[in-house]
């Protein structure tokens, strides 16, 4: 079901659950989850997975013109918190735009520059409408990067009670806040190393998107917003946090296929090292799809900082197996694979 009313300048209250609107620059989605918006994959014994079965994952090469000239500057490459804090400035860039307003802007400098006769500003140009358009459609229409419903789907039937949940590269924090409002009565702890990400990302996160959830009190819906939630965020390189296994929960959004397979058991490690005995360690990473090559192809320049692999959900679930856990629930949400699972 989709809004007829606009709900612009008030918040959302529990009296539109189950509604959606597109707002400027991201669409707010109150709609109720079902179990089918996660696909979960067809069973799969991970312990019987090989290499061979699955294959490797896919790598994105075409890297940045940033990442290209720093590199060309400096004679060496680009070192990797380096790459971050570009990659935050500039992926942070497309959800502060109005893509629509981006793309109207676009196409009138297309038409002045095609009618000076300057053929490469205009052709410029026509690559900015298209990445607009495709922003437009993939996040704001589609939904797909924040992907609340499907998220929830993931994160639905765990057992716990006011959790607190680390966020590690937590970036804009996304996650933790639809986990928050989940499971409420927690804390959730963000961790990223790229201190930008406090201010220009969790910050920037507009303080009115609606968050579907539940009252602790009446165990009914309710709608949350990140400034009713307990949240910090702490700026440290993973490796230098001093967090015992006290997590119910830790979560990674998008951070180990960044990391090449020397490092997976480290990077995996991580999840573990962190949570108490019988948590839950969720983890998604982009898949591999003819739709995500392209949106990588296109978005090089935004995105291509550093090391990336698109992975399909049994490669995914193979990693976790592989460095010691076991996956209790694994499946795809729109753009990402998904998985939950228990350190064996
Ligand atoms: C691909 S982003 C996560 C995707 C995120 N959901 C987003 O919206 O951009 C990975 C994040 O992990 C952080 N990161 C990577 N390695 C880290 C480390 N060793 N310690 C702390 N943060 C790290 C980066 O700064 C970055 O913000």
Redesign the pocket.
């Given at each position: 079901m989709s809004t007829t009313e606009p709900l612009t300048g008030r918040r959302w209250t529990e009296a539109d659950i189950g509604r959606t609107e597109l707002r400027p620059t991201y669409r707010a989605d109150l709609r109720r989850t079902s179990r089918d918006v996660f696909a979960d994959a067809p069973h799969l014994d991970f312990s019987r997975l090989s290499w061979k079965d699955v294959g490797r994952p896919y790598r994105v090469e075409n890297w940045s013109r940033e990442r290209l000239a720093w590199e060309a500057e400096h004679g060496e490459q680009l070192p990797?918190?380096r790459a971050?804090?570009m990659?935050?400035r500039s992926?942070q860039s497309l959800f502060d735009e109005d893509p629509v307003a981006s793309r109207v802007a676009a196409l009138r400098r297309a038409g002045l520059k095609l009618s000076t006769l300057d053929v490469r500003a205009a052709y410029a140009a026509i690559g900015e409408v298209v990445r607009s358009s495709v922003w437009n459609q993939a996040h704001r229409v589609g939904d797909t990067?924040w992907d609340p419903r499907a998220k929830r789907s993931l994160f639905a039937g765990l057992d716990l009670v006011r959790p607190r949940v680390l966020f590690?590269?937590?970036?804009?924090g996304?996650?933790a806040m639809l986990l928050s409002a989940m499971y409420p009565g927690g804390e959730a702890v963000l961790?990223?190393?790229?201190e930008y990400?406090v201010e220009g990302?969790f910050g920037a996160f507009p303080v009115e998107y609606p968050f579907l959830g539940v009252d602790p009190a009446t165990g009914h819906e309710k709608v949350w917003y990140r400034d009713q939630m307990n949240i910090s965020y702490v700026v440290?390189?993973?490796?230098d946090l001093d967090f015992g296994p006290e997590f119910d929960v830790v979560v990674?959004?998008?951070?180990v296929e960044?990391f090449p397979d020397e490092y997976k058991p480290l990077a995996f490690d991580w999840h573990r090292r962190f949570l108490r005995p019988g948590g839950y360690a969720v983890l998604t990473t982009p898949r591999v799809a003819a739709r995500t090559k392209a949106f990588y192809l296109l978005f090089g320049d935004l995105m291509n900082f550093s090391y990336r692999e698109l992975q399909n959900v049994a490669q995914l679930g193979l990693y976790a197996h592989e460095n010691g856990f076991e996956v209790l629930r694994h499946g795809v949400i729109k753009s990402h694979n998904g998985i939950v699972c228990r350190s064996r």
């Open positions: 990797v918190p971050w804090a990659f935050n992926f990067v590690l590269g937590a970036a804009d996304y996650e961790v990223d190393y790229d990400c990302r440290s390189d993973i490796r990674s959004i998008g951070l960044h």
